[in-house]
């Protein structure tokens, strides 16, 4: 039974679409690109700030120029994609972090000032848990997970949730064991509900 | 357990979840009404996140171009052939220098011995010379007693008085006494005596007693060799720790063998140890029992 192409899915036809972006099809690049570029852009938006297309730009540029030696099925790009993406987040943060110990800090600098922001977002919302389910626009979303959970854990949940990887692949993309993944996104849910439902005083 | 936690400002979650439960809540599948219970926000929050945006069309407009471009051109230089011919020729290059050193070592030793064909002795032999390297050429035995390690031609000496000059404190030594020794080895060898014997006495001016009822035979020896060491050193047994005779003991210790029988090799100065052989120093020999 072909399995039906999905938001996160290809199916059947992937294969297809592979071997043709392999040879150069203009067509089958443009596929794969508009395929997984939401979710790369998703990723890529919970820590590069405003870097987020040029990441992104260099992530898929890196794709093409290794996509005639890849070899493997589709979950095996996702991840192969993911792991680029991954390592390129990497790098700009390592970049950063260099940019800003040159100069001199303030608490209230760089991701504190974010963490600090959204957890004044959420301490200013009488029903977190109303709010959440609302229309929330997912870099919102994105965001809010960033600030409220520690960054191993937050980089695990965004691959699961918006990069759509299983444990496995995102074990394989973040160097870390199976078991291990699936510990700290436990972890990672139970603090997420532990800090939306909180009530408000305790923030 | 979850002291860390309250310690840190967290109350613990008094609610459960399953493996299955966290699954389907991270795939973005799960309504907040249908959350277990405590998750319904945890569960809206994921599923706003699995919100992916929306592409933009003329950023990628560009980037698919320049992906094109960068697939094509991978395409046309293969990474991984490449990366193969690197290591190969990096391997080769290793195996060959290798191989060279191994060559060079072995012609060097058998050069060195004389035991290279009689042509090509000759050859290496004659183009050595000229950077003051000396090696036996063939048919020369005992030629290069006359010679030094060091490029210092000696001439030999046809003074047969060679019981004379050995056992002489002569430091320099620069008698051509291997060649003596040889020389009586030879005569030794034609007139019919014991080789082992003569060679000795005449290296230890008369103070070896080879072939006098000794029990410690040098192991190669065949009946007609003495044991006898040149050098300082003591000799570390092989049957002539009875009887040896040690030559050369106050000299340089430029190693050289003295055989018996019809190739003698024997270069002054010797300190060598030969085992099952009569071995000179040209000077200096002293035999103890």
């Known amino acids: ?203 | 357990m979850n002291r860390p936690a309250i310690a840190r400002g967290m109350r613990p979650n008094r609610h459960t979840l399953d493996e299955d439960s966290a699954s389907r809540m991270l795939q973005g599948t799960v309504h907040p009404d249908d959350a277990p219970p405590g998750y319904g926000s945890v569960a809206g929050l994921l599923a706003a996140a699995s919100v992916l945006p929306t592409v933009d069309e003329d950023a990628a407009t560009g980037t698919i171009s320049a992906m094109v471009e960068a697939v094509r051109g991978a395409a046309s230089t293969p990474q991984t052939p490449r990366r193969k011919s690197m290591l190969s020729k990096l391997l080769a290059g290793k195996a060959l220098a290798a191989i060279g050193v191994v060559a060079l070592t072995a012609s060097g030793a058998a050069a060195a011995t004389g035991s290279l064909p009689d042509p090509v002795q000759n050859v290496v032999a004659g183009a050595v010379s000229h950077v003051g390297i000396d090696i036996p050429q063939p048919g020369d035995e005992g030629h290069s007693a006359g010679h030094r390690q060091d490029g210092a031609h000696r001439p030999t000496t046809d003074d047969s008085s060679t019981s004379t000059t050995a056992g002489t404190d002569d430091s320099s030594g620069d008698h051509g006494h291997g060649q003596q020794i040889s020389d009586i080895a030879h005569q030794a060898k034609q007139d019919g005596q014991p080789v082992g014997p003569t060679v000795c006495a005449a290296a230890s001016d008369g103070k070896c007693q080879a072939g006098d009822d000794h029990k410690g035979q040098g192991s190669g020896g065949d009946g007609s060799t003495t044991s006898s060491t040149a050098g300082s050193g003591s000799n570390p047994g092989n049957g002539s720790q009875d009887h040896e005779s040690q030559a050369g003991a106050d000299h340089e210790a430029t190693s050289t063998t003295v055989t018996t029988g019809s190739q003698a090799t024997g270069e002054d100065h010797s300190g060598g140890r030969a085992e099952g052989s009569s071995t000179s120093g040209d000077s200096g020999s002293s035999g103890h029992h």
Do not use: N
């Open chain 1, 1 to 203: 039974m072909p399995t039906p192409a999905t938001r996160h899915s290809l199916g059947d036809q992937f294969q297809g679409i592979l071997t043709a972006a392999q040879d150069g099809g203009e067509w089958a690049v443009a596929t794969l690109y508009r395929w997984l570029h939401p979710a790369v852009v998703g990723y890529l938006r919970s820590r590069a700030g405003d870097d987020v297309e040029d990441l992104a730009s260099e992530t898929w540029l890196a794709v093409a120029r290794g996509l005639p030696g890849f070899t493997g099925d589709e979950t095996a790009f996702r991840s192969w994609v993911f792991t680029i993406a991954h390592r390129r987040l990497v790098d700009h943060h390592r970049a950063k972090s260099r940019r800003l110990r040159t100069r001199s800090l303030t608490p209230d600098d760089g991701e504190g000032s974010d963490r600090s922001e959204a957890l004044a977002e959420l301490a200013g919302t009488d029903d977190p848990a109303a709010e959440v389910v609302g229309a929330m626009a997912g870099d919102e979303a994105v965001r809010r997970i960033v600030a409220l959970l520690p960054a191993d854990q937050a980089e695990i949940v965004l691959l699961r949730v918006v990069a759509g990887l299983p444990v496995e692949e995102v074990a394989a993309v973040t160097g870390r064991r199976a078991g291990t993944v699936r510990v700290l996104q436990h972890r990672a849910l139970r603090r997420l509900a532990d800090r939306l439902e909180r009530p408000v005083d305790e923030v």
